[in-house]
């Protein structure tokens, strides 16, 4: 401001020096008005410069809600990056236990969440670009998005303003992943037998895998990928289920090299090898028939990743409830009782998880 002041005041004095001078009025308003049109550019710049400050402002929010912390350079461009929910330089951090299905959507806490990260970049971890001051209402979007996302709220509004920008700007992953998780969070509130069930898992299959082909190493286009594309498979006959099934393991392999500890992740696999342990012979033979490397799993391999899981997510019914049929599968009831017992007693605010409770408490009158 001072240097405004002091450049102002040499404009001023040079006015009045030209203008004694030439002793011309019509010199003296050509030199003020060029003198405002330097002030008015000043000022936009300064303008400018409070504009970029509030996108990278938003940025951060965002990055904290994801798990980040982000410093910037004089020009805008990121300097560093880190996770301060792993290495705890977030302060003020706050503990959430869960009782949902649903709430593996959620993504505040420490001990399961981690950076969003790909393998070519340096570190593992991706570094965006600074965001211009025209993409900051659609990064606002997203931190909305993301905050409704966390507190498991607003299904519908994610879907309608992501399809908005998707609908206005054409494809970004970042934009298409958020769809498919939107529809996700929309499947929840049908039963199984609804056909809505399935339409939203066929879309949000379609917005996840294009998302991964726009951004192969991102966690969370691969994420949502395997997520959409592992429900779809319920809907699908054998062979294409087998084949979709493969799709769905790739995905899960990709995503566990850049964060082994994702619950969600971990889960699908273990949803993924249960099923596949579960294949009769006759289906065995078929997938065998179609494809020269068929999908090979364990029921072990089931067991133990749906007890990863719920180390990283206690208390989640549905993990509770696959675990609990993973020892049953087994021939393991003693086990199946200790993890079907603390489901039964659990509550969910929707469908879906309410459904995996009653499932558990039938199971569990049979142990």
């Not at 970042?174 to 939107?182: D, H, T």
Request: charged share 30%; net charge negative.
């Amino acid at each position: 401001m001072s240097e405004l002041i002091v450049d102002a005041t040499k404009n001023h004095l040079t006015i009045r020096a030209l203008a004694i001078c030439l002793g011309s009025a019509a010199t003296l308003g050509v030199l003020v008005v060029a003198y405002r049109n330097q002030t008015r550019r000043k000022v936009g710049d300064l303008e400018a410069d409070v504009e970029l400050l509030r996108t990278e402002v938003d940025e951060l929010k965002e990055q904290l809600l994801r798990g980040r912390t982000v410093t910037f350079t004089r020009d805008g461009s990121r300097a560093g990056h880190k996770s301060c929910l792993k290495t705890g330089d977030l302060r003020g951090s706050v503990r959430i236990n869960y009782t949902s299905d649903d709430d593996y959507y959620t993504s505040a806490d420490e001990d399961w969440i981690a950076p969003r990260r790909d393998a070519t970049a340096t570190n593992g971890v991706i570094l965006s670009q600074p965001v211009a001051p025209a993409a900051s209402a659609k990064r606002q979007a997203f931190v909305h998005c993301d905050k409704l996302f966390e507190e498991l709220q607003g299904a519908d509004e994610q879907y309608a303003l992501m399809n908005k920008w998707k609908t206005d700007e054409g494809e970004d992953w970042e934009v298409l992943w958020r769809l498919a998780r939107a529809c996700q969070m929309q499947s929840g509130a049908f039963d199984k037998k609804d056909p809505r069930k399935k339409e939203k898992f066929f879309e949000g299959r379609e917005y996840g895998q294009r998302a991964c082909e726009l951004s192969p190493g991102d966690f969370d286009a691969i994420k949502w990928a395997a997520v959409l594309t592992g429900g779809a498979t319920d809907y699908l006959a054998t062979k294409d289920r087998i084949e979709q099934g493969n799709v769905f393991k790739s995905y899960l392999d990709r995503a566990l090299a850049i964060d082994p500890r994702d619950f969600m992740v971990l889960h699908m696999r273990g949803r993924f090898s249960y099923s596949v342990s579960q294949l009769t012979w006759v289906e065995r033979k078929m997938a065998s028939t179609f494809f020269a490397d068929p999908p090979t799993a364990t029921i072990q391999e089931a067991i133990e990743d749906f007890a990863a899981a719920d180390k990283e997510k206690p208390e989640w019914p549905e993990n509770l409830l696959w675990l609990g049929k993973s020892h049953i599968a087994n021939k393991d009831k003693a086990s199946a009782r200790q993890v079907l017992e603390p489901c039964s007693r659990l509550t969910a605010p929707d469908e879906g998880g309410m459904a995996c409770i009653r499932e558990a408490k039938e199971l569990l009158a049979k142990c």
